[in-house]
Each structure stands twice: as structure tokens, then as C-alpha cells.
């Protein structure tokens, strides 16, 4: 245990785990539960997160008071989605899911416009009402594709920008933010990890092949929260994406 998080998560060793390990038996099912929702944030990054997903909320009470086609918070669809780092993740796609290993047609890696076509496909989401949030490792990560389909696209940076221009004059809160911005980046991943975990978001999009999507998407699960792969299977479903004309 630590500053960062109950245990500076050996992210990929619990994920991992999870996705390669046969849970068969009552017992072994109610293990991994256990597993999944131990994973809890330490009391400064639970404190991020209360703040960033009051931030959110105010965008969204922002776009209600000032869309005259939106009638109230309740028709607004904040979703999250999880990206990869492009260069790292096509890296791993390559070693992990190639034609060798026995994947014949791999969609690992999905661009920008792979995935707001997808989305699209999935359903759920309406192009006007969406709020977007990108959770990515890339700070500078492209939006073009995502803003010429929904009106609002948010990133960590975006928010983390608001808050430090509101709490300029605020020290305790000015100090936490010092301490978020300093942190390691894998305490970034868990805020995003946390984020897209939260229920203020209507539904969660990520990668089939991607350990941190697979916990989110589990962790939504059993918090009655929906979530969808945008390739690969979908709750043991196996969707030939290859056959739609994206």
C-alpha cells in the first residue's frame, strides 16, 4: 500500500490472470469477484476522482443549460472509451494476436474511425446527446475523428486543465492536483481505470484484447453497469466484424 493506490496495481499480473486462467467452479467464480472488486483506489486518488467526475458533471449540466434540443441531464449519453497508445499497442498486437499465434483475422488494432464506426454499429449512442471521454496513455491523442461525430470529446488533459485554472486560488486543492500531476504513470491508468469504471458513464466501449478494458468491462459487470467490446466477442458472443461493410 501506498499514495498511489492499494497496490500500485500489478495491473497487468491480476489482468492477465483473469483472462488466461479457467474459472470453472462456484468457488473459483466467487475468487475472482473477490479479485476484481478489491481493486480499489488509495484516499488521494479516490479524492481525484470525486473531483474530475464532479467536473464532468458539470459539463453535462453545462450542455443542458444551454442546448435548447436537450431537455434535461437524462437524455444526455456520457460514455467512456478506452484507447491505446497507437505505436505500443500495434507492438503488442503483432507479438500477442499475430497469424502465428493462431489469429486469422486479427482486429486488434483500431483506429479513431474503426472505432466512431463501430460505435455507430453497436448502437446506444446518439450523435447529438453524446459526451465522450477518451481514456488513453497519450495525452495528445487525435480527436478529429470523435468531434466530427460527437459535440463534445473530453480528455484527462482537458479536465485537468479546467481544474488547475479553477483551483488556482484553492492550496489544499491546488497541492492535490500537484500531486496527481507528479505521479507515476501507471496512477494515471488507474484514474482511468476508476473513471471508466463509474457509473456516470452509460455505457463503456473498449478492446477486446486489452487487459484494462477486460477489467473495466468486468468490474462494470458486476456493478449492473453495461459495457461492450468494439471487436473480438461481446459476453461470449463472437461478432464477425469482418463481414460488415465498415
Known amino acids: 500500500k ?6 500500485l496495481f500489478p495491473f497487468l499480473n491480476f489482468e492477465c490472470m483473469l483472462q488466461t486462467y479457467k474459472w470453472e467452479t462456484k468457488r473459483q467464480l466467487e475468487y475472482r469477484k473477490i479479485i476484481v472488486q478489491s481493486l480499489r483506489p488509495s484516499l488521494k486518488l479516490q ?4 473531483i474530475v467526475v464532479q467536473e ?8 443542458v443549460n444551454n442546448n435548447k434540443n436537450i431537455n434535461n441531464q437524462e437524455s444526455i449519453i456520457p460514455i467512456a472509451i478506452h484507447i491505446r497508445e497507437k505505436e505500443h ?5 503483432k507479438k500477442q494476436f499475430s497469424i502465428e499465434n493462431g489469429y486469422k483475422d486479427n482486429d486488434c ?3 479513431n474511425r474503426d472505432i466512431v464506426k463501430r460505435l455507430t454499429f453497436l448502437g446506444n449512442v446518439k450523435e447529438k446527446n453524446t459526451v465522450v471521454y477518451i481514456a488513453s496513455g497519450n495525452q495528445d491523442i487525435s480527436l478529429v475523428d470523435f468531434r466530427l461525430n460527437y459535440p463534445v470529446v473530453i480528455t484527462k488533459k482537458m479536465i485537468f ?8 486560488d484553492d492550496i489544499e486543492q491546488g497541492k492535490l492536483l500537484k500531486w496527481f500531476h507528479n505521479a507515476p504513470p501507471m496512477v494515471r491508468a488507474q484514474l482511468d481505470f476508476f473513471l471508466c469504471s463509474h457509473s456516470i458513464f452509460k455505457f463503456f466501449y473498449g478492446n477486446y484484447y486489452s487487459s ?22 461481446n459476453d461470449g458472443y463472437e461478432l464477425d466484424w469482418f463481414e460488415f461493410d465498415f
Open 2 to 7: 501506498n499514495d498511489f493506490g492499494i497496490l
Open 161 to 168: 486543465k479546467n481544474l488547475s485554472q479553477k483551483f488556482d
Open 109 to 111: 488494432y483500431l483506429t
Open 89 to 93: 499497442w500495434l507492438e503488442h498486437c
Open 47 to 50: 479524492l481525484i476522482i470525486n
Open 56 to 63: 464532468i458533471n458539470n459539463i453535462i449540466e453545462y450542455i
Open 212 to 233: 484494462m478494458s477486460h477489467m473495466i468491462k468486468e468490474d462494470r459487470f458486476y456493478n449492473g453497469l453495461s459495457s461492450y467490446y468494439l471487436n473480438g466477442r
